[in-house]
């Protein structure tokens, strides 16, 4: 039995959500509701000492941290395999799985805090941020942009986890109406019209 521990607005949960619908897997879910705080709780922070979301447990095995949470699961469930079994094309994977987590969110993150989640707590958003963040990640974006010359997706011709955990900081992006970051680069664009018209992402995202 997989149980995830996690909230469905939350960008690393939809990350794992999102590859169990690739996969058509079950699994029970277990909503930690932020609202009463219960990521801070003990119960929570025995699973997950960072108090972050998700968590699992599957038959007995418990993981946090949602990039190994999906490494593990595409391993361990049957389903199509999201990271290749061949060396260079998994390293190609990791790559870009690695420049999400540097040189991607870090930048998406801080806008879709003063745009988004600042706000929900009545603060006020730093617009000097929100530009300096922009620059930031349109480099970023220049860059994939260059990669999308060469592959349909980030690491090939095939959808992979590389470009799945890009997925929940772009929609969050485009509800802070900051989509023309993503629209502006004609093949990042492209791809992620490709990416989230998948019926797993509409699924994690609550769209489908």
Known sequence: MLTIYGNPLSTCTRKVLCLLAEKNAPFEFSLIDFTKGEHKKPAFLARQPFGQVPAIEHDGFELFESRA??????????????????????????????????????????????????????????????????????????????????????????FTLADLVYLPYIEFLFACEQGDLITGHPLVGAWWSRCSARPSWRRAAGRG
């Open 69 to 158: 949470i999906c490494r593990y699961l595409d391993e361990v469930l049957d389903g199509p395999k999201l990271i290749p079994g061949d060396a260079r094309d998994r390293a190609v994977v990791e790559q870009w799985i690695s420049v999400e987590s540097a040189n991607f969110t870090p930048h998406a993150m801080r806008i879709i805090y003063q745009l988004m989640l600042g706000p929900m707590r009545g603060q006020t958003p730093d617009l000097t941020i929100v530009e300096m963040a922009r620059a930031s990640l349109g480099h970023t974006l220049s860059i994939m942009e260059a990669r999308l010359e060469r592959s349909e997706y980030l690491a090939g011709p095939e």
